[in-house]
């Protein structure tokens, strides 16, 4: 069970899952309610929402929560990246936000990271968290239309395209909730799928 009602982010997960031998299903397809993310931290917000999925559905259930964290905003938006969107979901907004913030703050360092928690929970064990950041810098206005979120807006060290320009196995590769998987299926050793 992936706990997530975000398409983007479930088919993300899946296609990070593919070469396992593991059927992924999205938590809005079970029917299942979306917790209130209540925690302080990306940790206790993905914690929070597998063990609902785990609790609800009598499955092993994933969740992940990630977002940008911009330096010169204080760090936000943070655990809020999300919220920042509204409850249409609109990145595009949320975006120039983003946009509008720098430039009330007179920033001239877009510094920024992607963070990403993956709890994992399943009924009578302990949960499991995973985390990986991926450092770069934004750019404006948005550029590509790959990805999701704020993909559009962030380029990682060393390279030139925005998440949302890269094609998903270029993103695998390197991003945030790449790094927090390497060490999840590195903990698990999941069987992989036979060719």
Known sequence: MVASHNPGKVREIAELLSRFDIKVVGAAAMGLAEPEETGATFADNARLKAEAAAKASDLPSLADDSGLCVAALGNAPGIHSARWAGPKKDFSAAMRRVEKELKEEGADNARAYFVCALALAAPGKPTEIFEGRVDGSLVFPPRGDKGFGYDPIFVA???????????????????????????FTQAFRLPVKAP
Do not use: P
């Open 157 to 183: 060290d060393g390279e030139k395209l925005t998440f949302g320009e890269m094609e998903s196995e270029k993103k695998h590769a390197i991003s945030h909730r790449a790094r927090a998987f390497a060490k």
